[in-house]
């Protein structure tokens, strides 16, 4: 019987959602107030999402080249193997599998169901029955083909931009509150480091268009330029929603409204209705992004099973024959999101996988060194611009957040890493059953 293969039918356009679409979800309501009270004043508040902005961007370049250079499904996993071996592979894909793409998912269900609750007025209790039923609707739409699910991709990203534009649009038009140079007033302790931090939290996720490439018509061609595009969108969009809110509520407002700071900002701007237009926004923003990780994150376990890596491995690589979606591997993710939904704290999960996940960014990027010394330059291939400057930033961005997290949240990170290393006798387990059946079969 023939091996079903995934269908190769995104283009562009869908490509560039997912980038857009994972990238901007609550982060960019969510963390103005942060960042403000981190930098100290507004104008230094602004130049951390400029420097985030920047990192991510010289992050999406690398990978771009890395991308085009290994244009397989699995994203960093399947680079991460090409360039250092199974282990490395093996121990990025373990993590992304167990722990970062359940947890993320499952976090976006859980404050995609508190805002629904909020916005109708429910119980709090209702939330996590909303959020589970959210996850588990995207996982069927995505199931039937990635056709449905880059569709609902592309009109939520459509639907998330329009209150972002609405917002900056207005908010610098009619705002009369000074942008720049304007105090926090927050008790916490200035750290520009810390305001960084918080805008890369909010920039992650552009790497998971990277997981679909082997579904892509021409991935050489539509994987950089997607990963571009999609970066440099949602940096304008950041600093525009930022300016905006900055020219309607003073600085120190934004920081003692936190979360609710744009909500407050729509309302000054378009009455009562505004403020349940930004809710709406928001959710639309979260659904988007939880149909792009439900989207994305699943090839990675299909790609590790293609290899072998992974217990039951036969089962996960199938293909649907009708939809041409990988049903199983989409499955186990969505089942472990669930019970850590039901388990309810969703959110130190995702950060304790966060920083994994940023160890084996750095490999990626070291990669495009390795990638030019080792293989025939080919002239036609993307490279990323100002080699090796743009690389070594993406570098220097990754020791940074590596290094911060350890120092600040050193509990959490260390935890992490037993994850990651949790995956080493699985990886000989699995190594030596393979032995065994080379064995048998030479016999």
């Known amino acids: ?13 869908v490509a560039t959602s997912l980038v857009i679409g994972t990238v901007i979800g609550s982060g960019i309501f969510m963390k103005p107030g942060i960042v403000i009270a981190s930098a100290g004043d507004s104008t230094m508040a602004l130049w951390a999402w400029v420097i985030g902005g920047m990192i991510t961007l010289a992050s999406g370049l690398t990978i771009a080249e890395v991308s085009v250079r290994i244009p397989k499904t699995g994203g960093l996993y399947a680079y991460l193997e090409e360039v250092y071996g199974k282990f490395w592979g093996f121990l990025c894909g373990w993590v992304q599998t167990i722990i970062y793409g359940p947890a993320v998912i499952g976090a976006l269900g859980l404050y995609f169901g508190s805002l629904v609750t909020g916005l109708l007025g429910l119980s709090n209790n ?12 995207l996982c069927i739409v995505n199931l039937l083909g990635t056709q449905y699910g880059g569709f609902v ?36 302790a200035i750290s520009m480091g810390a305001a960084i931090l918080a805008t890369l939290w909010a920039y992650d996720g552009w790497m998971n268009v990277g997981f679909v490439a082997g579904e892509m018509k021409n991935p050489a061609k539509t994987l950089p330029k997607a990963i571009i595009t999609g970066i440099i969108i949602v940096m304008i969009a950041y600093l525009s929603v930022n300016i905006a809110m900055l020219h309607v509520l003073p600085a120190n407002k934004i920081v003692e ?37 439900i989207l994305t994150f699943p090839r990675i376990p299909f790609a590790m099973a293609e290899h072998k ?7 996960l690589s199938r293909v649907h024959p009708t939809f041409k979606t990988p049903v199983q591997a989409t499955i186990l993710q969505i089942v472990i999101a669930i019970v850590m939904m039901l388990a309810g704290n969703p959110d130190r999960l995702s950060d304790v996988a966060i ?20 293989e025939n330059d080919n002239p036609h291939l993307y490279k990323v611009p100002l080699y090796p400057i743009t690389p070594i ?44 059946t080379t064995v048998r079969k030479a016999s």
């Open 393 to 436: 930033i993406a570098i220097v961005g990754t020791i940074y957040i590596v290094g911060s997290t350890l120092i600040h949240n050193p509990v959490d990170s260390l935890f992490s890493i037993f994850i990651a290393l949790t995956g080493v006798p699985i990886y000989k387990m699995l190594q030596s059953q393979t032995t065994k």
């Open 257 to 293: 409204l936190g979360p609710n700071a744009a909500k407050e900002a729509a309302t000054l701007l378009f009455g009562e209705m505004g403020g349940k237009l930004i809710a709406i926004g928001i959710l639309i923003s979260i659904f988007g992004a939880l149909n792009g990780k």
């Open 126 to 137: 209702s939330k996590t029955i909303i959020g589970i039923i959210s996850v588990i609707f």
């Open 153 to 188: 991709q592309s009109i939520s990203t459509f639907g998330k931009l329009v209150p972002i534009i609405l917002i900056a649009a207005f908010g610098i038009s009619q705002g009369d509150v000074p942008v720049f140079g304007m105090e926090s007033e927050s008790s916490q």
């Open 355 to 374: 920083f994994t996940v940023f160890l084996f960014y750095g490999l990626a990027f070291y990669a495009v060194f390795l990638l030019r010394k080792s």
């Open 1 to 13: 019987m023939s091996k079903e293969h995934l269908q190769k039918n995104i283009g562009f356009i």
């Open 309 to 315: 890596l992974l217990p039951g491995a036969g089962w």
